[in-house]
């Protein structure tokens, strides 16, 4: 079975601090994608980022990082000197080869506090 | 840019109405898809179609249709609404390119209260 996990219901921080959003997932496929999503307010998600299992690489963009680590299932993202408008709930999502489906993480409130 | 429309942002209906959520993409993908959110539950996918006139069973299919007649069109039909179908519906389209799934576009979602 394919499970995504994201243990942090809603996380508060005060403007510039650091802050890492968990996720972690299960799967038995050997080809498999892993995506985060924003959603802001408006209600719209938006693409963040598309990681595949061959490539353990982290990756950074700006304020944005994310972890990969196949050894713990997990693919971390952190935003660092966060703004308010990183205010939103962040989804974590995996695809594999088996279903062709997207599974979701149930999602993280990020509250960033002026 | 890529472009899911959703036809309405909010919509209230009376239980047992049949009601009607449309979408629409602009960039020729082959897949649509209807989930819906929940708090705590993430996205549950309704069902989803990989092609005009086809479709495929999603998590939570019961209580819902869909008809895509139209390539760029994908509509999800609540049969006879009920209260337990309150909630915010998300389209999304996307390609699949070379078997693998690419990136999800999805509309601004459309918040339905069955009162």
């Known amino acids: 079975a394919q499970k995504v996990t994201q243990a942090q219901t809603e996380i508060s921080v005060v403007e510039k601090e650091d802050v890492t959003l968990d996720c972690v997932y299960e799967?038995?496929?050997?080809?498999?994608?892993l995506f985060w999503y924003k959603q802001p307010p408006s209600g719209e998600l938006v693409f963040l980022i598309r990681r595949n299992s061959f490539d353990e690489q982290n990756e950074i963009s700006g304020r944005y990082s994310w972890n990969f680590q196949k050894s713990t299932s997990s693919f971390n993202f952190t935003i660092t000197a966060s703004q308010v408008v990183d205010s939103a709930v962040y989804f974590c999502a995996l695809w594999g080869h088996s279903n062709y489906q997207l599974i979701w993480g149930a999602g993280t409130k990020l509250i960033i506090k002026p | 840019d890529v472009k899911v429309t959703q036809s309405s942002r909010y919509l209230v209906k009376r239980t047992g109405e049949k009601v009607f959520l449309e979408c629409v993409q602009d960039m020729d993908h082959e897949n649509m898809f209807w989930y819906r959110q929940d708090p705590g539950l993430g996205l549950r996918l309704i069902y989803f179609?990989?092609?005009?006139?086809?479709?495929e069973k999603g998590d939570i299919p019961e209580g819902y249709s869909v008809s895509r007649e139209k390539k760029e069109r994908f509509s999800l039909i609540l049969e006879s609404a009920s209260t337990n179908q309150t909630s915010m519906y998300l389209c999304?389209?996307?390609?699949?390119?070379?078997?693998?799934?690419?990136?999800?576009?999805f509309g601004q979602g459309t918040r339905l209260t069955v009162v």
């Open positions: 179609s990989y092609d005009v006139k086809m479709k």
């Open positions: 999304a389209s996307s390609i699949l390119r070379d078997r693998v799934f690419t990136e999800a576009f």
């Open positions: 799967t038995r496929d050997t080809t498999y994608y």
